[in-house]
């Protein structure tokens, strides 16, 4: 079982960047796909949810209207688009996948926003 994300780096603030999770080894479709962030020195937050068939989504209150998750099925990789990115958006972003029995996390990929 691979989770493996992708697209972090630096941006300056107003920017956009696109996360990746590739995910491997099990049947992704029938998982639910979150996205949380641990900022240094803080608790690990929730960031953004979707449902297995992609019908429903969920946000933090703090990036809702800036952030959007997605998924494509056919490609086994779940999706975060940020928009309008703040200092406060600096983080080590991690997908998880939630199934009926099994949660699997991935590595995470970091994100600077900063000038």
């Known amino acids: 079982v691979q989770l493996v994300e992708s697209g972090g780096g630096l941006v300056q603030p107003g920017g956009s960047l696109r996360l990746s999770c590739a995910a491997s080894?099990?049947?992704?479709?029938?998982?639910?796909m979150s996205w949380y962030r641990q900022a240094p020195g803080k608790e690990r937050e929730f960031v953004a949810y979707?449902?297995?068939?992609?019908?429903?989504?969920n946000y933090a209150g703090s990036v809702k209207g800036r952030f959007t998750i997605s998924r494509d099925n056919a490609k086994n990789t779940v999706y975060l688009q940020m928009n309008s990115l703040k200092p406060g958006d600096t983080a080590v972003y991690r997908c998880k996948a939630t199934g009926s029995v099994y949660t699997y996390w991935g590595q995470g990929t970091q994100v600077t926003v900063s000038s």
């Open positions: 979707i449902t297995s068939g992609g019908g429903s989504t």
């Open positions: 080894g099990f049947t992704f479709s029938s998982y639910a």
